[in-house]
């Protein structure tokens, strides 16, 4: 009998902010594969590039702006740097992770494209804040080069940022690359940070400004795989919301009509809670005796066995 297939999404926690912290967090995330590799899953990872797409564009930009002989890289190509220098920590430790646990199975990075609308609504309204804080003098450049920017303060800081559109995925295009090798019984890793967003223009692909929610990804990602769960990890147990009342309020054990009744009320945070819950409700209601798991990334294994995490189903019996 074949293993069952899993879709794991890390989130950004298990990254940080600085190469060491990034090793370091992902051996927690290797831990989390491990166990769901001894709990007779075949899986397929995805994750977040925040902040990491937002380093590099960062540092592209500046070192344009040291040499105008240099062009500034277009988010595109930052969305694959991020792929490569994540998949090449994540891969390494889950590696090592395996073979610490007498387990040999191959773990594979896929630079991941995936198509979007052109006309997909988000490139009208754009919400994904990336980059460095500028100055007034730099963000009226950036708009007369046509980008979106918006003044925020926060604790590192306040000014200009830009900020860029966030579509929907439509189509993952290495998609039969991925199922080879899941079929071959490795490990993959793919669609890094919602996978690189491109438009298709006749035979070629040209990279969008853009970046892709990662969790939406995940939910497109593990339905074309026909994958029996769909895992997405984070720091909390479960994800929580306030009611009407202003209470807040756990979610532990939802059905689908539950979790699109709490869609429809506008009860979820549209930037953190809101993405999960929809990607997960989106992957488990078109096909029968789905899962979706959302949990704390160091209690994966448990959450597997339903024992924690907020868990969307759609059982038949």
Same mark, same amino acid.
């Given at each position: 009998?074949?293993?069952?297939?899993?879709?794991?999404?890390?989130?950004?926690?298990?990254?940080?902010?600085?190469?060491?912290?990034?090793?370091?967090?992902?051996?927690?995330?290797?831990?989390?594969?491990?166990?769901?590799?001894?709990?007779?899953?075949?899986?397929?990872?995805?994750?977040?590039?925040?902040?990491?797409?937002?380093?590099?564009?960062?540092?592209?930009?500046?070192?344009?702006?040291?040499?105008? %002989?240099?062009? *500034?890289?277009?988010?595109?190509?930052?969305? =694959?740097?991020?792929? #490569?220098? &994540?998949?090449?920590?994540? /891969?390494?430790?889950?590696?090592?992770?395996?073979?610490?646990?007498?387990?040999?199975?191959?773990?594979?990075?896929?630079?991941?494209?995936?198509?979007?609308?052109?006309?997909?609504?988000?490139?009208?309204?754009?919400?994904?804040?990336?980059?460095?804080?500028?100055?007034?003098?730099?963000?009226?450049?950036?708009?007369?080069?046509?980008?979106?920017?918006?003044?925020?303060?926060?604790?590192?800081?306040?000014?200009?940022?830009?900020?860029?559109?966030?579509?929907?995925?439509?189509?993952?295009?290495?998609?039969?690359?991925? %199922?080879?090798? *899941?079929?071959?019984?490795?490990?993959?890793? =793919?669609?890094?940070? #919602?996978? &690189?967003?491109?438009?298709? /223009?006749?035979?070629?692909?040209?990279?969008?400004?853009?970046?892709?929610?990662?969790?939406?990804?995940?939910?497109?990602?593990?339905?074309?795989?026909?994958?029996?769960?769909?895992?997405?990890?984070?720091?909390?147990?479960?994800?929580?919301?306030?009611?009407?009342?202003?209470?807040?309020?756990?979610?532990?054990?939802?059905?689908?009509?539950?979790?699109?009744?709490?869609?429809?009320?506008?009860?979820?945070?549209?930037?953190?809670?809101?993405?999960?819950?929809?990607?997960?409700?989106?992957?488990?209601?078109?096909?029968?005796?789905?899962?979706?798991?959302?949990?704390?990334?160091?209690? =994966?294994?448990?959450?597997?066995?339903?024992?924690?995490?907020?868990?969307?189903?759609?059982?038949?019996?």
């Amino acid at each position: 009998m074949d293993n069952k297939k899993i879709v794991v999404a890390l989130g950004r926690n298990c990254f940080g902010n600085t190469f060491p912290e990034q090793q370091e967090r992902v051996k927690k995330a290797a831990n989390a594969i491990a166990d769901l590799v001894e709990e007779k899953y075949e899986v397929v990872i995805t994750h977040s590039n925040g902040p990491q797409v937002g380093m590099i564009q960062t540092a592209m930009t500046e070192f344009a702006r040291l040499d105008p %002989k240099n062009t *500034v890289a277009p988010m595109s190509v930052c969305s =694959a740097m991020s792929q #490569g220098y &994540i998949g090449y920590d994540l /891969q390494n430790a889950i590696r090592s992770e395996l073979l610490n646990r007498g387990i040999y199975k191959p773990v594979s990075t896929i630079i991941t494209q995936v198509r979007v609308d052109p006309f997909d609504k988000a490139f009208h309204k754009p919400s994904k804040v990336i980059g460095r804080y500028m100055t007034k003098e730099e963000a009226d450049i950036e708009e007369h080069k046509g980008n979106y920017v918006t003044y925020e303060e926060g604790k590192d800081g306040s000014g200009y940022r830009r900020i860029i559109a966030s579509p929907l995925p439509v189509d993952i295009y290495e998609i039969d690359s991925i %199922k080879a090798l *899941v079929d071959a019984k490795q490990i993959v890793i =793919a669609a890094g940070g #919602g996978g &690189i967003p491109v438009l298709q /223009q006749a035979q070629a692909l040209k990279g969008a400004s853009a970046i892709i929610e990662k969790d939406y990804t995940a939910s497109k990602l593990a339905d074309m795989l026909d994958a029996d769960c769909l895992m997405i990890l984070t720091s909390n147990d479960y994800v929580d919301y306030t009611d009407a009342n202003g209470e807040k309020k756990e979610l532990s054990n939802i059905t689908v009509e539950e979790a699109n009744k709490l869609i429809d009320n506008n009860l979820l945070d549209p930037l953190t809670t809101l993405p999960k819950i929809e990607a997960c409700t989106r992957f488990v209601e078109t096909k029968p005796n789905r899962m979706a798991v959302i949990t704390n990334v160091l209690k =994966a294994k448990s959450g597997i066995r339903g024992h924690i995490g907020t868990i969307i189903s759609n059982k038949t019996e």
